[in-house]
T-cell receptor, first 114, second 109 residues
Framework: ETGVTQTPRHLVMGMTNKKSLKCEQHLGHNAMYWYKQSAKKPLELMFVYSLEERVENNSVPSRFSPECPNSSHLFLHLHTLQPEDSALYLC?????????????FGPGTRLTVL | GQNIDQPTEMTATEGAIVQINCTYQTSGFNGLFWYQQHAGEAPTFLSYNVLDGLEEKGRFSSFLSRSKGYSYLLLKELQMKDSASYLCAVMDSNYQLIWGAGTKLIIKP
């Protein structure tokens, strides 16, 4: 149990659907992250939030929209996705943004876009 | 550009020793991380190196040479449960984690 939960664990959606991924951390951390993990590719950082403020947005298409209502919850809203967006979406949290603040990951949501 | 290289897949025998290499080229260096990821599960933190040398933690050790842009993860007395992907990541000068694609380690009896 890593203290970071993600729902749903699996999601299949059409290109015209709107869905949301949810992440919750029970570690009292102040920073949260969204990553995309595609098969045999490096983890891609999508968004970083610190104290509910977005501090990083790595040129992610606007069809991905993050929301951080409080330091324990992070959402990723999805709309009009493309098949190439199919991947494992991982949420992580850390105490802060210092180098030594280890990131703790959730189990991920396996997303398939048809 | 920034780049992290590690082998795609390795195979080893239960009880043996395996070394997983990672080379990196990044804009600045603020430390190197190793994570373990079992299939279908979250990556979990294994080690952090920021100074040259070997850090030992039980059956796992991690080595860093900053001048060579090189690290390895050494796993001793391999167990079947060590079958997983091992991810190397470097924190660059902007304090962003740059990730390798991971090394899938297969342990055979």
């Amino acid at each position: 149990e890593t203290g970071v939960t993600q729902t749903p664990r699996h999601l299949v959606m059409g290109m015209t659907n709107k869905k949301s991924l949810k992440c919750e951390q029970h570690l009292g951390h102040n920073a949260m992250y969204w990553y995309k993990q595609s098969a045999k590719k490096p983890l891609e950082l999508m968004f970083v939030y610190s104290l509910e403020e977005r501090v990083e947005n790595n040129s992610v298409p606007s069809r991905f929209s993050p929301e951080c209502p409080n330091s324990s919850h992070l959402f990723l809203h999805l709309h009009t996705l493309q098949p190439e967006d199919s991947a494992l979406y991982l949420c992580a949290s850390s105490r802060g943004l210092a180098v030594t603040d280890t990131q703790y990951f959730g189990p991920g949501t396996r997303l398939t876009v048809l | 550009g920034q780049n992290i290289d590690q082998p795609t897949e390795m195979t080893a025998t239960e009880g043996a020793i395996v070394q997983i290499n990672c080379t990196y080229q990044t804009s600045g260096f603020n430390g190197l991380f190793w994570y373990q990821q079992h299939a279908g599960e979250a990556p979990t933190f294994l080690s952090y190196n920021v100074l040259d040398g070997l850090e030992e933690k039980g059956r796992f050790s991690s080595f860093l040479s900053r001048s060579k842009g090189y690290s390895y993860l050494l796993l001793k007395e391999l167990q079947m449960k060590d079958s997983a992907s091992y991810l190397c990541a470097v924190m660059d000068s902007n304090y962003q984690l740059i990730w390798g694609a991971g090394t899938k380690l297969i342990i055979k009896p």
